[in-house]
Every structure is written in C-alpha cells, then in structure tokens.
C-alpha cells in the first residue's frame, strides 16, 4: 500500500484539524502548522473569507515554504445584516471563545422571527504560484437555546434545512456529509486527486 500523500493544512486549531483529517481519509497525511514547527498567530485582517483564506495560504508559503491550504468559515444570520460573519470567531471579543460567541449570538436574536441563516466555508489552496478557492455552505436556522455537545463554534445552535437536529446532535460522518466544511474540502478532494 502506498504512502499517504502529504499536504499542509494552514491551522492550529484542533476541532478543525480533526474535522479535515476525518474528511480527507486515509489517502492523506494532514499536517497542521504544529507539525511544520508554525506557532504563530497568523493575522486575519481581510474583509472576506476568501481573503483571510488566501492571508495564511501565503504566509506559510512566505514563511515556511510549504504548498498548503487554509480556511476560513463564517455563520451569516441574515436578520443580523450578515453577522457574524467574517468575524464569527471573534463575535464576543479577540479571545475566540465560542460559549460567549453564542451566547452574543442568542441575546442579539431575542425576539426576532426571522432566524434563517448560513454556514460558508472557503478554502484557500496555494500548490506553486497557483491559489485556487473552493467553497462549501449550508443553509438553516438559528435555534432559541444551544442543544448537543457535539462539534464545536456555533454547532449547538444551528440547524441546518437538511435536518432535524444542530450539527451538535450529530455524528461527526453525519455532520460532515452535509457541512460547509464537508462541502468546501469535497471539492478540494476532487481537484487533488485529478493533478
């Protein structure tokens, strides 16, 4: 049996190394910065998620030499003009503490009807001078109150159309055949196995 074949994945954090990892299978060995001897806290400073994507795709380039990819995901709430957004991870503050984000989150849709909202992720894939993106998002709603304790960020209290639960309810395989991230890496898997 052939080795896996090795990429980079631009994070450090955990939930989402895991989630990759589980995605992308035994054909591949997944490195995080970790791994590459990366602990820096690479800036997010672009307006999108495909610009912050890009952000640390080039800085390991730049920094660490590897070809690699990187994500970045928002939750849109569409009766909060878009929020969070872009800084989904930082809703409540710099600390990227999720409890709080969700806790921001449920106060700011007290009362409000309208409780559809969506799940983007984009990936950005930087192989030699190439930056290729894909993308993945599902659309659901904004529960009243967090259920499970599965998954991790906003998962408690998103139910996507495609269920009658939040992502937090589910398997991980369950979670991931319908997630944006399942979504965003499928179309990476796609295009990897095709050069």
Request: glycine share 10%; charged share 25%; with cysteine.
């Amino acid at each position: 049996m052939s080795r896996p074949a090795e990429i980079v994945f631009a994070t450090n954090n955990d939930h989402k190394l895991r989630e990759i990892r589980r995605i992308m299978g035994p054909k591949w060995h997944v490195l995080s910065l970790a791994d590459i001897g990366c602990h820096d806290d690479i800036p997010e400073t672009a307006a999108t998620l495909q610009g912050n994507a890009e952000i640390k795709a080039r800085y390991v380039r730049e920094h660490y030499g590897y070809d690699c990819f990187a994500d970045d995901t928002g939750l849109m709430v569409d009766a909060l003009g878009g929020a969070p957004g872009v800084y989904s991870a930082r809703y409540a503050g710099p600390g990227h503490d999720s409890k709080a984000n969700m806790e921001l989150l449920l106060k700011n849709m007290e009362g409000v009807a309208d409780r559809s909202a969506h799940f983007s992720t984009v990936i950005a894939l930087l192989i030699g001078d190439r930056m290729l993106t894909f993308e993945g998002s599902v659309h659901g709603v904004i529960t009243t109150e967090p259920s499970g304790d599965g998954g991790f960020g906003y998962d408690p209290v998103f139910k996507p159309d495609e269920a009658d639960t939040t992502f937090a309810l589910m398997s991980a395989d369950e979670k991931n055949a319908i997630s944006h991230r399942g979504r965003a890496t499928a179309k990476l898997i796609e295009y990897l196995s095709d050069i």
